[in-house]
C-alpha cells in the first residue's frame, strides 16, 4: 500500500461532532457518518454544521444489518444504554475497517468509546483533541465487574471487558 493511502484515515462521526463546537475542525478530514446520525440531530444548528460537512465531501451511509446485529449483540453484553445512531455509527466503522481502510470513530460520548473499546476500534474524543492529557482506562470483566490487569479475567477466563476512564485525582 502506497505510504498516502495507508495514512488516509476515514473519520467516522457520531452526533457530537455535529453539535459541539469543536467538532467542526474535523470537516477537512475524510468523514463518513450515517442516516441514523442525520435523523437524531434536533437543533437547527447542529442541522446547518451536518449540510456544511456534506458540502465539504463527508459520505453519508448505512451500515449492513448484519453489522448492526453484532454490534447490538456487543451492547448486549456491556449493558449501556445506546441510541441506534450510536449502534450505527460503531457498525459502520467495523464495516470499513474490514474492507481494511484506516478507521477512527469520532465521539464524546462514554458509552460509544466502550463499545469501541470493545470491538478493539480506535476513537477519539471531539472536545478534547489535541489536548495531551489523555483519559486513563480501567479494564474490567463485564461478568464479574472486577478489574483485569491481564488478557483473561482471572476469576471466570472469560475474554470480555469494558473500558471505563479512570476517575482523576484533583491535584490542589
Ligand atoms: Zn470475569
Partial sequence: MPENEKEQIVHVLDTSVFIKPEGRKFSDK?????????????SLESKVVFDMFLKKGMALMHPSEEKMKEVER??????????????SVVALALELREKGKNVVVVTDDYSVQNLCSFFKME?????????????????????????VEEDECPRCGMHDFRFVPRKKKRLK
Avoid: H
Fill in 30 to 42: 475524510v468523514c463518513v457518518t450515517t442516516y441514523s446520525v442525520m435523523d437524531e440531530l434536533q
Fill in 123 to 147: 476513537f477519539t474524543p471531539v472536545a478534547t483533541q489535541g489536548i495531551r492529557e489523555r483519559v486513563e482506562w480501567v479494564k474490567k470483566c463485564i461478568y464479574c465487574n472486577i478489574s
Fill in 74 to 87: 456487543g451492547v448486549e453484553k456491556l449493558g449501556d444504554r445506546v441510541s441506534k445512531a450510536d449502534v
